[in-house]
């Protein structure tokens, strides 16, 4: 039977590998577009902090545009994108540390619970007290440890004997994971903690006045490994009674702690969503720019 | 989304394993598109040699795949793939597997070409296969296309043809096993026709796979296991 003559011709045994997927040098640059809102999920139901077209200013220079996000009780929010796109500035207004630059200006509506952050009313040393912060730097004060997470509970007059000031301490530090390592010299400097120890004291000082906000401004950049894993251990321990706003740098260390990631690009807060959906099926093309190091 | 949008990757030694793992893909893909070809035309001709080509063929595969695999580990290991390159890791590494089946397959209607040359021709099915055959090879081309250019609309066309070949597939089964009934005689040499569809039938449920892979790495949405107007909807949609 001579049925190969009939096989369809041009279907014999063509070589896909002669013929590259895309040509990637021919694809025009396109312009890049902006959402005009931020995609995704920037809402949630009963917002620990709301906040509502925030603008910040440095002189005449906008920093951050328009930007509207919620961040949940009891939830890690992931800030990231390219350096300089207004992830940390927008991270300081939060508890008003951008109060300290003259220059600064901030705009729109940032409520902590039903509270107007920049209410001329609000006693920003108070606030301070409930939304916390953590540096990129570990910071301690030139003082022993124990003097170091006493600090605030002392300013904020929330231990009156001896006693309910050391149990504060050690469940600050416990908190934070330290305990066990310095619980022998607590008297010693905190200045002599190696860099990793020196990040958990500053988390034990923050977590010492019970705040219901941290924030946290790249707090493993410093760190070697080891360290980052035991404070991302810890940030997933203190989303049981705190809520965290993460900025970072590490995208892997965006996708282990966080439960949303929001994407920053040039003050514009162009995408939050589930961390899941953001690392693998980000909704806008910046993000899955960045996302897979495209640019940044 | 189109993931050339921003063009090349800032670290170009992930450019060069990304290319790498996509042309070394696109190599196996043809390697395999050949093997079936050749099973099939070894088939209706029988032809001994091309047959045994086939059978040859499957050592070459094996390695690719072997090699794609370990590139994909590499690249998960050290780059941490995100988004897009995340999805084209796990869609190369899933599709790899489905090629070296349908090698796997393109083997077995070697080995009845072989067995039919010596046995000599079975009287009837030569029609069914040469259909079915086109069908199929389409299919893989199709699948391999839409991998090529990110075409999800390509890759839910074949998954819509892999239903069709299951009809004819049934009908074609019916029609034999009826003539079997009338002439016990022929039965081993319609059963190496049977086997053969039944290999090729395989063919296209791979090729469908292959393109289920693809529009999971373009949508980024699995529509395995599901109808296929609930898959339309997730490409259109």
């Known amino acids: ?296 | 989304m189109d993931r050339t949008y921003f063009g090349q990757h800032s670290s170009s030694q992930f450019n060069e394993a990304l290319e790498s793992i996509r042309n070394h893909l696109m190599e196996m893909g043809g390697l395999v598109e050949k093997q079936v070809v050749d099973a099939l035309d070894a088939l209706l001709r029988a032809d001994s040699d091309l047959a045994e080509k086939v059978m040859q063929a499957e050592d070459k595969v094996d390695k690719l795949e072997i090699q794609i695999d370990e590139e994909c580990a590499r690249v998960l290991a050290l780059r941490q793939p995100a988004a897009s390159d995340l999805r084209l890791i796990i869609a190369v590494t899933k599709a790899v597997s489905d090629l070296e089946r349908i090698g796997d397959e393109s083997a077995k209607i070697a080995a009845m070409a072989l067995q039919l040359s010596e046995e000599g021709e079975s009287p009837r099915g030569y029609v069914e296969v040469r259909h079915i055959g086109n069908h199929v090879r389409n299919m893989l081309r199709d699948s391999l296309d839409a991998f090529a250019r990110f075409d999800a609309d390509k890759a839910l066309d074949v998954a819509a043809e892999d239903n069709e070949v299951d009809l004819e597939y049934r009908s074609a089964m019916r029609s034999l096993v009826t003539f079997m009934m009338e002439d016990p005689r022929a039965i081993s040499r319609v059963l190496n026709i049977i086997w053969s569809l039944r290999a090729l039938e395989r063919i296209g449920d791979h090729a469908r796979n292959i393109a289920e892979q693809v529009i999971f790495l373009v949508k980024g949405k699995d529509v395995r296991h599901i109808s296929m107007d609930e898959m339309e909807e997730k490409v259109k949609g």
């Open chain 1, 1 to 296: 039977m001579d049925t190969a003559e009939k096989l369809d011709k041009n279907a014999s045994g063509r070589n896909h590998a002669e013929e590259p997927m895309i040509d990637l040098e021919e694809q025009p640059m396109q312009e890049t577009r902006y959402p005009e809102h931020t995609v995704g999920t920037p809402f949630v139901d009963d917002p620990k902090m709301r906040l509502r077209d925030v603008d910040v200013f440095y002189g005449d220079n906008q920093a951050i545009h328009k930007v509207s996000l919620d961040i949940g009780k009891n939830e890690v929010v992931a800030l990231i994108g390219p350096s300089g796109c207004g992830k940390s500035t927008f991270l300081r207004s939060l508890n008003r540390m951008n109060d300290t630059i003259d220059i600064c200006r901030v705009t729109g509506e940032l409520f902590l619970e039903d509270q107007d952050l920049y209410d001329p009313k609000m006693d920003v040393v108070e606030l301070r007290a409930r939304v916390g912060m953590v540096f990129q730097k570990p910071n301690p004060f030139p003082k022993s440890i124990y003097d170091n997470v006493a600090y605030g509970p002392r300013l904020h007059g929330l231990a009156n004997k001896k006693y309910e000031l050391d149990e504060i301490v050690e469940t600050s530090l416990r908190k934070a994971g330290l305990w066990d390592e310095v619980k022998d010299r607590l008297h010693a400097p905190g200045t002599g903690l190696s860099g990793g120890q020196q990040q958990r004291l500053c988390i034990a000082r923050t977590i010492a006045v019970s705040p219901e906000v941290v924030l946290m401004d790249e707090p493993c950049s410093a760190l070697d490994p080891i360290a980052t894993a035991k404070i991302e251990e810890l940030i997933d321990e203190l989303t049981e009674s705190y809520t965290i706003a993460i900025v970072t740098h590490s995208m892997q260390q965006a996708a282990r702690v966080s439960n949303r990631t929001a994407y920053f690009h040039l003050g514009r807060l162009i995408e939050v969503n589930d961390t899941e959906t953001v690392f693998t099926k980000p909704e806008h093309e910046l993000t899955e720019a960045y996302i897979t190091g495209r640019f940044g």
